[in-house]
């Protein structure tokens, strides 16, 4: 059953939290959704540092499990502040999980260290979908990223997305 608040915004009942469980096992094939307002190809986007720094801007980036969720939901608004409409010019973009898991050594400052991207699903009332992608160091939650850091984070991020519908 879809609660009241939802139904106001037009979100779909199967996107209304409810009662329904965290759900922090990804499977491999699964996708992580992403909106942005970046014009331009994929090879465009990707070409750009600025833009990537738009994508990902390592803090509170917010995703959608495709287990529970279809592309073009992240471009539904489950903010009654703003317009329902807000986001339907924008872009998604992709990212498979089983990539973020094969995240690696990178070198920072002379120093090598392990970097991990941890999907956490963390569902909203109107958005039981929505993830977030934990950014560990060493194994640690980087909480506050020094820009080193948030450099590697988006190189990576960065190399790994697919669009799904370009900003228009």
Do not use: W
Request: glycine share 4%.
């Amino acid at each position: 059953m879809i609660c009241e608040e939802c139904k106001q915004l037009g979100i779909p009942e199967y996107l209304c939290k409810n009662d329904k469980p965290i759900i922090n096992t990804f499977g491999q094939d699964e996708l992580l959704y992403r909106r942005h307002y970046c014009i331009g190809t994929e090879v465009d986007i990707k070409d750009s540092k600025d833009t990537i720094t738009q994508i990902f801007k390592i803090h509170d980036d917010s995703y959608n499990k495709s287990s529970l969720s279809h592309p073009l939901d992240v471009l539904l608004n489950d903010n009654p502040n703003y317009p329902k409409d807000v986001y339907l010019n924008y872009g998604v973009i992709k990212i498979n999980v089983s990539k973020l898991l094969e995240v690696g050594l990178h070198q920072i400052n002379n120093d090598l260290r392990k970097f991990t991207l941890a999907p956490k699903h963390i569902p909203t009332d109107c958005n039981y979908a929505h993830c977030e992608i934990h950014c560990l160091v060493d194994g640690f939650k980087a909480e506050k990223k020094p820009k080193s850091i948030t450099t590697v984070f988006r190189l990576i991020l960065g190399e790994m997305f697919e669009v799904v519908k370009e900003a228009s």
